[in-house]
Structures are given as structure tokens and as C-alpha cells.
């Protein structure tokens, strides 16, 4: 599957080299033509690795993960000139205001909105998913770090064949069915995003490199 990536900093480095070992074509995009971290995952990864513009990245792609700065990621999105009608987006970001210690949410994603819905209402014809921002990204795309990967995951979106084939990439990273979340539609962001406040305080009080909770129904 060609699979694009938009944000060049370790979060889509540690994406896209994780879908590249699982046999797809990744584009992974930036702002300019001459991304130093972009020509560097080219250099790092096989020959289905190739690097663009966002715009060049979200038309390569099938499926497209937003893996920009929470604070900027609808700047973000709107550089790559298109609707993403039929497109999935799917989004990993959060919106961390990092100008407090410990970081809190900004304000305009918190409580009554969030960045998957924002995506969403911006790009009404994309089939927009909201997971794996709740942990650590390393950890994310290879969840067998910890627990021998029994741990959980969400996911929340209104498009139920986007959620199928957004499960089926979380698979193939090492995600367990029964550990993968459905909470719901997008609106559920709101939900996943403010959690990551709890769990960057988890992080702090227990001071371990990898950290996630499990979900026992």
C-alpha cells in the first residue's frame, strides 16, 4: 500500500519505518523540497522509501498519517492543496501547549474540540481516525516492548471501513485485536488527547522509559 506521512520528525520517522518493514511505499512529506530529516530517512530505509512536499506526500499517499506538531497541524494539512476526498487521515497528533512544565493542552483543542475533529470539520470528504497518540510512538508501532505487547490502544473515528483498515496497519505493527479500543466516533479525540495529560504525569511520577495501561473488560 503507498502510505503517506506528513512531519518529518521522529514520530514520522518511527512511522513510516515501521510501515516500510511491513512491505508498504512510504512518502514521507515536509514543508520544503530539501528537508535535511526527510533526506535522512530516505538514506536510512530501503528503495520504498521516497520524500516530498506534503502536498507531493498526501497525493502519493492511499492513506495519510498526520504526524505534524499538534500546535501547527492544520497549518499543516492546509499546504497540501487538497480535499482528501476519500482519503483516510489518520491522526496522531496532540495539542501540547509545552510553554508550562509539565505541558497542558492549548486551549482551542481542549474540552469542547480537538485536533481530529478540527481535521475533520476542515476536510469534510476525508475519513478522518484518531489513534495511537496516547503513548510513546516508539512504543506505539512496537507495542511487544512492553508486556510482550498485551496492552492497549485506541481508536475513534466515524468511517467504519477507515477504522478497519486503520486496525489492520495497528496489527501488523504488533497490536493484539482484542487489545485495539473502538470508542467511538470523532469526537472521542477530545477524550484521547486530554488523556495524554494523565499519562505524561504517570511518566513523570514513575520515571520509566515506557509506560501504557491496559484495558480489563
Not at 5 to 19: A, D, K, M, P, W
Not at 158 to 165: P, Q, S
Not at 200 to 215: D, E, F, G, H
Amino acid at each position: 500500500m503507498k502510505i503517506g506521512i506528513l512531519g518529518t520528525g521522529q514520530v514520522g520517522n518511527l512511522i513510516g519505518s515501521r510501515l516500510i518493514e511491513n512491505g508498504h511505499q512510504v512518502m514521507i512529506g515536509g514543508r520544503e523540497a530539501n528537508n535535511e530529516r526527510g533526506l535522512a530517512f530516505l538514506k536510512n530505509n530501503s528503495e520504498n522509501a521516497s520524500y516530498g512536499t506534503f502536498e507531493e506526500a498526501s497525493f502519493f499517499g492511499e492513506i495519510i498519517f498526520n504526524a505534524t506538531n499538534g500546535r501547527f497541524a492544520l497549518d499543516a494539512l492546509k499546504l497540501c492543496n487538497t480535499d482528501f476526498e476519500g482519503k483516510i487521515i489518520i491522526d496522531v497528533a496532540n495539542p501540547l501547549d509545552f510553554s508550562t512544565k509539565p505541558p497542558t493542552l492549548i486551549p482551542e483543542f481542549a474540552n469542547t474540540n480537538s485536533i481530529g475533529e478540527s481535521i475533520q470539520n476542515l476536510f469534510p470528504k476525508a475519513k478522518v481516525i484518531k489513534t495511537l497518540n496516547t503513548l510513546g510512538m516508539a512504543l506505539a508501532v512496537n507495542p511487544k516492548q512492553l508486556n510482550d505487547g498485551d496492552h492497549s490502544v485506541f481508536v475513534a473515528g466515524n468511517d467504519e471501513n477507515a477504522k478497519i483498515k486503520t486496525k489492520t496497519l495497528l496489527t501488523e505493527f504488533g497490536w493484539n485485536v482484542e487489545n485495539l479500543n473502538d470508542i467511538g466516533d470523532i469526537t472521542a479525540s477530545r477524550a484521547m488527547e486530554s488523556y495524554l495529560i494523565l499519562m505524561i504525569r504517570l511518566s513523570m511520577s514513575l520515571n520509566v522509559p515506557m509506560l501504557n495501561i491496559k484495558v480489563i473488560k
